[in-house]
Each structure stands twice: as structure tokens, then as C-alpha cells.
T-cell receptor
Framework: AQTVTQSQPEMSVQEAETVTLSCTYDTSESNYYLFWYKQPPSRQMILVIRQEAYKQQNATENRFSVNFQKAAKSFSLKISDSQLGDTAMYFC????????????FGKGTKLTVNP | GAVVSQHPSWVICKSGTSVKIECRSL??????MFWYRQFPKQSLMLMATSNEGSKATYEQGVEKDKFLINHASLTLSTLTVTSAHPEDSSFYIC???????FGPGTRLTVL
């Protein structure tokens, strides 16, 4: 079974600075997807960024980028130029490609952006 | 606009009663939907996979007789919490097969 570990329960960052959230995972599969989700106080799950395991290039979406290290099974999220609206819970998630398409979530990191 | 809706957004019920939560796919035909439960300050845990026209597939440890799932059409899946108890109080979220699309969630409080 796959597991996803987020070792930072809480983090904080000053507005306009950069912060990196960590995620590691364990799987015996070779073909999979990794995701970062944002859950603001409204609790609506928002997909921030997606990485396909077979792609070596790290995904980027505007201020959000990932550092995907397949051999190390590491998938960190970097948020640049942090904004107050980035304050939220962030969940790392794994999906086995070609399987049941179930998502396995980490426990989450609560990020607070301070003015 | 929203791709997935849930109704109700918040429900309070008495212990022993049953509560039905609806999940609608507004833009896509959805043969598969997923139901998650999220306790306060915790992560999302997959409860079951809802399959249109067939029985749901439940995750280990989830009581299928307590959490009844009906996926009778390509746009609607329902989760019924039967004989609800205070420990069933939680946030219930549905999603489509495409991991981009989640419903806004339903907060269930059982008194």
C-alpha cells in the first residue's frame, strides 16, 4: 500500500517570501501521479499542481513549483512570493496511474502567511 | 463555476436518524465518484468508490451497511448515513474521477 508523509504539521512565512513544504511517499509502483492540494478555511479542495512520475521535468504553476526526486520518493512544494491568500492547509497526495485512481493523502501542513 | 455540488452544505440531526448527502456532477457524466471523510484538523480518508449502476466499493474498515451509497445516474451519487451517532459527525467530501474536481463538502453534526 502507498503511504504519503508530510513531516511539517505547521509552517509560517512572511508575505512575499518563499516557503517549501515537504512530502515523501512510499510505493512500489513506477507509474503514478503526485499532487498538491490547498484547502482554505472554506474547506474547498483546490488542486494546486500535478506531477506525472514519468516526467523528469518539475511541474510549475505560476508561483507554485515542485521539486520531484523520484529516486528519493520526495515531492516538495515551493511557494514563491507568498501571499496572504496562500494561508491554508496543504495536502500532498498520490495516485497510482492505471489503477483504481484513488487518492492517498498525507496528513497535511498548515501554512500561515504573515503580513 | 462549480463543477461538483453537494447538498446540503451543513446538516444537524439527532442521534439515531438517517441523513442523505447528495453529490452532483454539473458538467460531466460521472461513472465513478469518490466519497471522503475528514475529521477536524485531519486529512481526507477515502470511504468508498461510487460506481454508476453497480455496487459501491468500500475501503477497509468502512461499514457498508452504515454508509449507503447509491449512484443511480451519471450525474448523481448519494451517501446516506444510517442511524447516525455523534461519532459520525464529520466533513464529507465527494470528488469526480478527475482529481481536479471536488465538491464543496457537507458538514454533518449529530447531536
Amino acid at each position: 500500500a502507498q503511504t504519503v508523509t508530510q513531516s511539517q504539521p505547521e509552517m509560517s512565512v512572511q508575505e512575499a517570501e518563499t516557503v517549501t513544504l515537504s512530502c515523501t511517499y512510499d510505493t512500489s509502483e513506477s507509474n503514478y501521479y503526485l499532487f498538491w492540494y490547498k484547502q482554505p478555511p472554506s474547506r474547498q479542495m483546490i488542486l494546486v499542481i500535478r506531477q506525472e512520475a514519468y516526467k523528469q521535468q518539475n511541474a510549475t504553476e505560476n508561483r507554485f513549483s515542485v521539486n520531484f526526486q523520484k529516486a528519493a520518493k520526495s515531492f516538495s512544494l515551493k511557494i514563491s512570493d507568498s501571499q496572504l491568500g496562500d494561508t491554508a492547509m496543504y495536502f500532498c497526495a498520490f495516485m497510482n496511474r492505471g489503477g483504481s485512481e484513488k487518492l492517498v493523502f498525507g496528513k497535511g501542513t498548515k501554512l500561515t502567511v504573515n503580513p | 463555476g462549480a463543477v461538483v455540488s453537494q447538498h446540503p452544505s451543513w446538516v444537524i440531526c439527532k442521534s439515531g436518524t438517517s441523513v442523505k448527502i447528495e453529490c452532483r456532477s454539473l458538467d460531466f457524466q460521472a461513472t465513478t465518484m469518490f466519497w471522503y471523510r475528514q475529521f477536524p484538523k485531519q486529512s481526507l480518508m477515502l470511504m468508498a468508490t461510487s460506481n454508476e449502476g453497480s455496487k459501491a466499493t468500500y475501503e477497509q474498515g468502512v461499514e457498508k451497511d452504515k454508509f449507503l451509497i447509491n449512484h443511480a445516474s451519471l450525474t448523481l451519487s448519494t451517501l446516506t448515513v444510517t442511524s447516525a451517532h455523534p461519532e459520525d459527525s464529520s466533513f464529507y467530501i465527494c470528488s469526480l474521477r478527475d482529481p481536479k474536481y471536488f465538491g464543496p463538502g457537507t458538514r454533518l453534526t449529530v447531536l
